[in-house]
């Protein structure tokens, strides 16, 4: 589909997500005739570089995540509405919880512009039962419920689950929301390499260190495999997050390097390769959009074990491309990986598997296209 003439803004929290999540897309939209902004908090040279040179403009705009600070947050909504209204987009698209919240507000103010919502994953407003919390919940989906029912507004969700909480308390039209699977994985970019019995399989947990990724269930875990002299290394690769407010700090992350039951390699840009390294991928989490982590992992033939909730059930089904274990369960953890680390055979079929349906449901090609079409349904509009 060709559009020239027309100009979208995609608006993220950090440009270091835009470039692992969304680059791919920004490239196939440039190559459509799409004239691209992306507006987003840039940590320094490295991304918006690569990013810039993939035919993107990149337009500064700082964010707090993970907290709500209400003049700083303002700030973001007075940024963004500058912004809409100096460039007069076609097509707004906001990713992420803040983008999308103050996003959609700023957008009240530029009436030519469509707006796409893509909420991947709820996240600690949603998961967090504290009394604070839920107050701000129930004032972001007040928000959300005024600023989603606008007739040239779609809403992404990356699972059924989300979609059907969005259709049955927002009150949002049907027709205004749309169930689209993660962001795409190219599986070209992925190998399946086929590592057979060795002395110690290799578990890997590709994951910013936050408590709601399970990442205290894992260490749990890893420490009842050791004691049992299970033949499993269990590595996690991921940093802290200081703006999340689940994260580990910095004291914590040494003191669990020092005890040894988990390798720590810090964050790395080298996802597929680690995988390559890796007999199982590993993923405890409390509560997910989709987790691209999982889809990468499958991409790359590796059987998963993960949590039975939402987002990480969307991509693997118990038994056929991995095992799922209950929430908040190191016992179960360690069993399964336990079960994996023990049986190649098992692994090798788990694996087969999991490519095969990235190949089929979770490719860019499929993403790309659906996301695409709803471009184009609000450019007619």
Partial sequence: MNVPGKKLILVV??????????????????????????????NGDEHRARIEAAGLRVVPMP???????????????WRLFRLYRRERPTIVHHVAMKPVLYGSLAALGCRRASVVNTLAGLGHLFTSERKRVRLVRRAVLAVFRRCFAR????????????????????GARAGNLRLVRGAGVDPAR??????????????VMASRLLRDKGVMDLIEAARRLRAGRVPLRVRIVGGTDPDNPTSLTTEELEA?????????????PDVAEIYAAADVAVLPSYREGLPR????????????VTTDTSGCREVVAHGENGLLVPVRDPGALAEALRTLALDPALR?????????????????AIVFAEIAAIYAELARA
């Fill in 190 to 203: 992925h190998r399946v390499v086929a590592h057979g019995p060795r002395a110690e399989a290799v578990a």
């Fill in 63 to 77: 964010v707090e995540r993970g907290r709500l600070l209400a003049w700083r947050d303002a700030r973001y909504l």
């Fill in 293 to 304: 982590a999982l889809i990468e992992a499958a991409a790359s033939g590796l059987p998963i």
């Fill in 13 to 42: 929290g950090e440009d270091w997500h835009f470039v692992t999540h969304r680059l791919e897309f920004g490239r196939h939209l440039v190559r459509q005739g799409w004239e691209v902004l992306v507006a987003t908090r840039v």
């Fill in 348 to 364: 090798a079929r788990l694996g087969a598997a999991g490519r095969k349906r990235v190949e089929q449901e979770f490719s860019q």
């Fill in 151 to 170: 007739e040239r507004t779609r809403v992404i969700l990356q699972n059924a689950e989300d979609f059907a909480l969005f259709r049955e308390f927002l």
């Fill in 256 to 268: 669990l390097r020092s005890e040894g039951a988990v390798e720590f390699t810090g964050a790395r």
